[in-house]
C-alpha cells in the first residue's frame, strides 16, 4: 500500500465518522476521537465576528470536574493552561472553563481538530488526582441532574417506575418528591449498547406515567445513533447530555411543572 492509498483512507475513515447537527445559531460537531470512557468529543461552532468560533462549551472541565479534579488548584489550573498552550495555536485558549479557537471560516476545520486535541489533552488531568474507577455515565447522570434541580427537588437513585401491568422496574433517576407527579430519567451509556436503547424504550413504553414526566440521557457517543434515538423519541424526549445546555433546559422546563 503506497501513501496516497493511506491518506485516503485515513481521510475517508475520518470523512464517515463526523456528525454535524444544527443547534441554535451555530451546529455541533461530534469528532471522531473520544475520551477516556468512549465519549465522543463533541463542538460547538458559531460565527464570530466576521468568522467562526469553536469552543467544547465548557464540557471538557465539567467532565473534569465530574471526576473531583479541582481546576481552582494552582497546579491544575496551571496545567490545564499548558496542555492548550502546548498546541503553538495563538487563536486557542482555555479561559473559564472553556476550550475555544477562533478564526477565518476557511480555517473551521483546523481550529475543530485544534480544540478537540486540546480536550483530550484536558481530560488526561483526571489522571494526576489519584487514582480511582471511572466514573459510570449514569452516576454522571445523577450528578447533573442534582445540579440542575438544586434545592428546588429531591433527586432520587435507582428509582421504581410502575408498569402498565402492575409490575415495577427502575429507571437511573426520579426527580421530584412525589413519586405521581416526579419526572423518570432513564441514561443510556456508550457501553450499554443496543441494550440501552430496547430497555429505555421498554420501559416507557410500558408505563402510564405521561410522556411530560419521561426524559432519556444519551451520552455523548450514543448521540451518533440517530435512527435509535428517533425510534426513542417515538415514546420519550431524548436530551443528549454533552449538547450543552440540552439536559438543563428540558429538564427545567419539567421541573417548572411539578406540582
Known amino acids: 500500500m503506497d501513501a496516497s492509498k493511506i491518506k485516503s483512507s485515513v481521510l ?68 490545564w493552561r499548558r496542555s492548550v498552550a502546548a498546541l503553538g495555536n495563538r487563536s486557542t485558549a482555555a479561559d473559564d472553563g472553556v476550550i475555544a479557537a477562533w478564526g477565518s471560516n476557511e480555517d473551521v476545520g483546523g481550529l475543530l481538530i485544534a480544540v478537540a486535541e486540546a480536550a483530550i489533552r484536558a481530560d488526561q488531568l483526571r489522571w494526576a488526582v489519584q487514582e480511582r474507577q471511572p466514573v459510570r455515565f449514569k452516576d454522571k447522570v445523577v450528578s447533573r441532574l442534582s445540579q440542575i434541580a438544586g434545592d428546588k427537588q429531591v433527586v432520587t437513585p435507582n428509582a421504581p417506575i410502575h408498569q402498565k401491568s402492575g409490575r415495577t422496574r427502575r429507571v437511573t433517576a426520579a426527580v421530584g418528591s412525589d413519586p405521581a407527579s416526579a419526572v423518570y430519567v432513564q441514561a443510556i451509556s456508550a457501553n450499554s449498547g443496543d441494550y440501552g436503547f430496547e430497555h429505555c424504550y421498554y420501559i416507557f413504553s410500558h408505563t402510564n406515567v405521561v410522556r411530560e414526566r419521561r426524559l432519556a440521557v444519551a451520552s455523548g457517543a450514543m448521540a451518533q445513533r440517530t435512527q435509535l434515538i428517533a425510534e426513542l423519541r417515538e415514546v420519550v424526549d431524548v436530551a443528549l447530555f454533552d449538547n450543552g445546555d440540552d439536559l438543563e433546559r428540558q429538564l427545567s422546563s419539567r421541573i417548572a411543572s411539578l406540582r
Open 12 to 79: 475517508s475513515s475520518v470523512n464517515d465518522d463526523i456528525q454535524i447537527t444544527e443547534y441554535g445559531h451555530g451546529h455541533l460537531v461530534t469528532m471522531p476521537v473520544g475520551f477516556y470512557d468512549d465519549d465522543l468529543v463533541t463542538l460547538f461552532v458559531e460565527p464570530y465576528e466576521r468568522g467562526v468560533r469553536v469552543s467544547d462549551q465548557g464540557t471538557t472541565a465539567m467532565r473534569l470536574h465530574m471526576a473531583n479534579v479541582d481546576l481552582d488548584s494552582p497546579k491544575i489550573a496551571d496545567s
